[in-house]
């Protein structure tokens, strides 16, 4: 056989904002460079440190705590970074940015924790690796060779779990896990979650999905392509980790769930499944908080952290975790 009838080269057949690229031949190339290249804003207010929290997976969460706390103990907010799964990092510069401001600005001990990304890890692969990073903060209040740079500034019963976009994914499932009083974390307690702009999906579109902007900062070729990259081979979006309301996902009405402060923008095409979630959730007797920014895209409060949006938005979380 010539070499003219070599196999051709691999070809590119998904990108997710020029960060993950899969090729035909199932390679995956992953930039170093993050898809918000903005400055980093640390202006010495906050301290920060990275632990590893996972040696099997090799997975770090990176701690935040104010330089001059308001007081000797602070609530711990957990900030699970968004990407569908498929990008993001803890050490990405609009992520650090969100937390300094959720360190300083709430007066909390911030812990980011990153998780395996897919599709090299589909789901459950970050649920897990949400878990494991929740129960590594049970490791630190019950070692006694515990961080002193945590212990001494964390209240561990008054534990916070925030997470954004895929993360309010993750917080979701870790509501749904733990239950209400969360026992199984003792002496940490979770006094509520709170879900900025969840990732969820499903096979039937809402209505701010089918009829979303194309030129959203979050279109329906991304949303579709995230979930055909993260979830389990062979399924479909209404798998249970992805569908909170699919055909075999549990059912959540029996369930005792802590307070959940569930945020959407707008003009995000998740909108629908954001509000559909919250209103189910209530309408179970569930303690939860909807709260939409009109007009708002994805995002926006560390897209754009400085708008008055973002500013309402710490105001409203302040208020939740009081």
Same mark, same amino acid.
């Given at each position: 056989?010539? &070499?003219?009838?070599?196999?051709?080269?691999?070809?590119?057949?998904?990108? !997710?904002?020029?960060?993950?690229?899969?090729?035909?031949?199932?390679?995956?190339?992953?930039?170093?460079?993050?898809?918000?290249?903005?400055?980093?804003?640390?202006?010495?207010?906050?301290?920060?440190?990275?632990?590893?929290?996972?040696?099997?997976?090799?997975?770090? /969460?990176?701690?935040?705590?104010? +330089?001059?706390?308001?007081?000797?103990?602070?609530?711990?907010?957990?900030?699970?970074?968004?990407?569908?799964?498929?990008?993001?990092?803890?050490?990405?510069?609009? !992520?650090?940015?969100?937390?300094?401001?959720?360190?300083?600005?709430?007066?909390?001990?911030?812990?980011?924790? &990153?998780?395996?990304?897919?599709?090299?890890?589909?789901?459950?692969?970050?649920?897990?690796?949400?878990?494991?990073?929740?129960?590594?903060?049970?490791?630190?209040? +019950?070692? &006694?060779?515990?961080?002193?740079?945590?212990?001494?500034?964390?209240?561990?019963?008054?534990?916070?779990?925030?997470?954004?976009?895929?993360?309010?994914?993750?917080?979701?499932?870790?509501?749904?896990?733990?239950?209400?009083?969360? +026992?199984?974390?003792?002496?940490?307690?979770?006094?509520?979650?709170?879900?900025?702009?969840?990732?969820?999906?499903?096979?039937?579109?809402?209505?701010?999905?089918?009829?979303?902007?194309?030129?959203?900062?979050?279109?329906? *070729?991304?949303?579709?392509?995230?979930?055909? /990259?993260?979830?389990?081979?062979?399924? +479909?979006?209404?798998?249970?980790?992805?569908?909170?309301?699919?055909?075999?996902?549990?059912?959540?009405?029996? /369930? &005792?769930?802590?307070?959940? /402060?569930?945020?959407?923008?707008?003009?995000?095409?998740?909108?629908?499944?954001?509000?559909?979630?919250?209103?189910?959730? *209530?309408?179970?007797?569930?303690?939860?908080?909807?709260?939409?920014?009109?007009?708002? *895209?994805?995002?926006?409060?560390?897209?754009?952290?400085?708008?008055?949006?973002?500013?309402?938005?710490?105001?409203?979380?302040?208020?939740?975790?009081?």
């Amino acid at each position: 056989m010539s &070499d003219s009838a070599a196999v051709p080269p691999p070809y590119e057949v998904d990108e !997710c904002r020029g960060v993950l690229r899969v090729y035909s031949d199932g390679s995956i190339v992953r930039s170093f460079k993050p898809s918000f290249d903005v400055p980093v804003h640390d202006d010495g207010s906050v301290l920060w440190k990275d632990v590893q929290f996972d040696l099997v997976h090799d997975l770090q /969460l990176r701690l935040y705590k104010p +330089t001059s706390p308001s007081s000797t103990k602070l609530p711990v907010f957990y900030y699970i970074h968004g990407g569908g799964f498929c990008i993001g990092s803890r050490t990405w510069p609009n !992520c650090q940015n969100y937390c300094f401001r959720l360190a300083s600005e709430l007066q909390v001990v911030v812990v980011s924790p &990153d998780y395996r990304l897919a599709p090299e890890n589909r789901l459950p692969a970050a649920i897990e690796d949400g878990y494991m990073a929740v129960k590594w903060l049970q490791g630190q209040a +019950t070692s &006694d060779e515990a961080d002193s740079w945590l212990t001494d500034v964390a209240d561990f019963s008054r534990l916070f779990i925030s997470g954004d976009s895929s993360g309010g994914n993750i917080a979701h499932h870790l509501a749904v896990r733990f239950g209400a009083g969360s +026992t199984e974390l003792a002496p940490v307690r979770v006094k509520g979650y709170v879900l900025l702009a969840p990732f969820f999906g499903g096979t039937l579109l809402t209505k701010s999905e089918a009829e979303g902007p194309k030129e959203a900062f979050l279109n329906w *070729q991304l949303i579709d392509r995230f979930w055909r /990259l993260s979830i389990p081979v062979g399924e +479909t979006t209404d798998h249970p980790l992805v569908n909170p309301f699919g055909p075999n996902s549990p059912d959540l009405g029996p /369930l &005792d769930l802590d307070p959940i /402060l569930v945020v959407v923008g707008g003009a995000d095409l998740l909108k629908g499944r954001a509000e559909d979630y919250a209103r189910r959730l *209530q309408g179970w007797g569930k303690k939860v908080e909807y709260v939409e920014f009109e007009g708002e *895209q994805h995002g926006f409060f560390t897209i754009d952290p400085n708008s008055q949006a973002a500013n309402d938005l710490m105001l409203i979380i302040k208020s939740f975790i009081v």
